[in-house]
């Protein structure tokens, strides 16, 4: 038995209700709660009322507020679903960007090892500065607009959260400056790769962002087709 649009219209204001306000996790849990009530009612021949009760129930931990100070910050609050998804994403996030900001250490310290001339050192430093301009622009318009939607996902809750860590960058690493200080080739080459390792957390960690930021944008644009 398919549920009714008002029935599922139902599930969505107790969620609602119960602090989901980003329509992307919104919808997945709609569906999944309105399939297991269909189900149970296609079985065992019960009301609505009854199941719609009982599967609230089953639901009721997994729907009670919860946070993670760690990986999400103090301020992030969501049922305790939405934060056990997004910590695990955090996590992946994050070894994504570790692994990509050593791989760029290592390139570019093989890059800068190999390379002599003053114009080339030069070329690679605009190169950096250009590629982070153009990271932090993205940023900017992309706050801007995720600010903007009416439509509220979780990854635009993210990233509008982490966004301003791409600007705190520019202060810390002399990025707009002089992006390779880190490397001297007087140093030790695991020195080297080092500071290269954290210039290049800063893009990949930057990258990463956006990824989220196109994502949320993904799901808007799909759920204005339905």
Not at 31 to 37: F, G, K, N
Not at 84 to 108: E, N, P
Not at 114 to 139: D, H, M, P, R, W
């Given at each position: 038995?398919?549920?009714?649009?008002?029935?599922?219209?139902?599930?969505?204001?107790?969620?609602?209700?119960?602090?989901?306000?980003?329509?992307?996790?919104?919808?997945?849990?709609?569906?999944?709660?309105?399939?297991?009530?269909?189900?149970?009612?296609?079985?065992?021949?019960?009301?609505?009322?009854?199941?719609?009760?009982?599967?609230f129930e089953k639901w009721e931990n997994a729907?009670?507020?919860?946070?993670?100070?760690?990986?999400?910050?103090?301020?992030?609050?969501?049922?305790?679903?939405?934060?056990?998804?997004?910590?695990?994403?955090?996590?992946?996030?994050?070894?994504?960007?570790?692994?990509?900001?050593?791989?760029?250490?290592?390139?570019?310290?093989?890059?800068?090892?190999?390379?002599?001339?003053?114009?080339?050192?030069?070329?690679?430093?605009?190169?950096?500065?250009?590629?982070?301009?153009?990271?932090?622009?993205?940023?900017?318009?992309?706050?801007?607009?995720?600010?903007?939607?009416?439509?509220?996902?979780?990854?635009?809750?993210?990233?509008?959260?982490?966004?301003?860590?791409?600007?705190?960058?520019?202060?810390?690493?002399?990025?707009?400056?002089?992006?390779?200080?880190?490397?001297?080739?007087r140093n030790s080459f695991w020195l080297n790769?080092?500071?290269?390792?954290?210039?290049?957390?800063?893009?990949?960690?930057?990258?990463?962002q956006l990824i989220m930021a196109m994502e949320?944008?993904?799901?808007?644009?799909?759920?204005?087709?339905?």
């Amino acid at each position: 038995m398919k549920l009714t649009t008002e029935q599922i219209a139902q599930i969505e204001e107790t969620l609602i209700l119960n602090g989901l306000i980003y329509e992307d996790i919104k919808l997945e849990i709609t569906d999944h709660i309105a399939s297991e009530i269909e189900e149970i009612m296609n079985r065992e021949d019960i009301s609505f009322d009854i199941v719609y009760k009982s599967v609230f129930e089953k639901w009721e931990n997994a729907l009670a507020i919860s946070s993670s100070s760690t990986w999400l910050g103090v301020f992030f609050k969501a049922p305790k679903f939405v934060i056990d998804k997004f910590v695990t994403y955090s996590k992946r996030q994050h070894i994504k960007i570790s692994i990509s900001a050593l791989t760029f250490g290592f390139v570019l310290v093989f890059i800068l090892s190999n390379t002599s001339g003053k114009q080339t050192f030069e070329a690679i430093n605009l190169a950096l500065k250009g590629t982070y301009i153009i990271l932090i622009v993205c940023t900017i318009i992309s706050m801007f607009l995720i600010w903007r939607s009416a439509i509220k996902t979780i990854y635009g809750r993210m990233f509008i959260q982490r966004g301003y860590v791409v600007f705190i960058f520019l202060f810390q690493v002399h990025i707009l400056n002089e992006p390779i200080i880190f490397f001297n080739i007087r140093n030790s080459f695991w020195l080297n790769v080092l500071g290269c390792f954290l210039l290049g957390w800063t893009f990949t960690y930057s990258f990463f962002q956006l990824i989220m930021a196109m994502e949320h944008f993904r799901i808007v644009k799909k759920l204005k087709l339905v």
